[in-house]
Nanobody
Framework: QVQLVESGGGIVQFGGSLRLSCAAS????????VGWFRQAPGTEREFVAT???????GYRESVKGRFTISRDNLKNMVYLQMNNLKFDDTATYYC??????????????WGQGTRVTVSS
C-alpha cells in the first residue's frame, strides 16, 4: 500500500509557473512508477506525465516542453514543474503510483488531488 498526498496547487496567472508536490508513504516507493493525471470539471481524467523507475519520462503532447516530472526517492517525493501555464491547464491534478504509462488503469494508488486554476 502506498499513500499519496498532493500539494502546491493554487491560482496562477496565464504564462506563470507552479510546482506540484506529491508525498508518498507506506510501501517501498521505489518499487513503483509514478504519474500525474488531471481532470477538469465535466471531463474525463487525462494523462499528464509519467516517470518510470528507469528514469524514462513521458508526457501528453500538449504539455511537452512546459511540464517536467521528477522524483526524489530519498524523500519519497514526486514533483510536477509546470511552466508557461495556459487556461486549458486548469484542472484538479492527481498523483498516482503503479506500473506507469499513460493509462489510469496502470496505476493502483492515487492521491486526493490538488486544484490548479490558471487566470487571466
Amino acid at each position: 500500500q502506498v499513500q499519496l498526498v498532493e500539494s502546491g496547487g493554487g491560482i496562477v496567472q496565464f504564462g506563470g509557473s507552479l510546482r506540484l508536490s506529491c508525498a508518498a508513504s507506506g510501501d517501498t516507493f521505489t518499487n513503483y512508477a509514478v504519474g500525474w493525471f488531471r481532470q477538469a470539471p465535466g471531463t474525463e481524467r487525462e494523462f499528464v506525465a509519467t516517470l518510470r523507475q528507469s528514469g524514462v519520462a513521458g508526457y501528453r503532447e500538449s504539455v511537452k516542453g512546459r511540464f517536467t516530472i521528477s522524483r526524489d526517492n530519498l524523500k519519497n517525493m514526486v514533483y510536477l514543474q509546470m511552466n508557461n501555464l495556459k487556461f486549458d491547464d486548469t484542472a484538479t491534478y492527481y498523483c498516482a503510483a503503479g506500473m506507469g504509462g499513460g493509462s489510469s488503469r496502470s496505476y493502483d494508488y492515487w492521491g486526493q488531488g490538488t486544484r490548479v486554476t490558471v487566470s487571466s
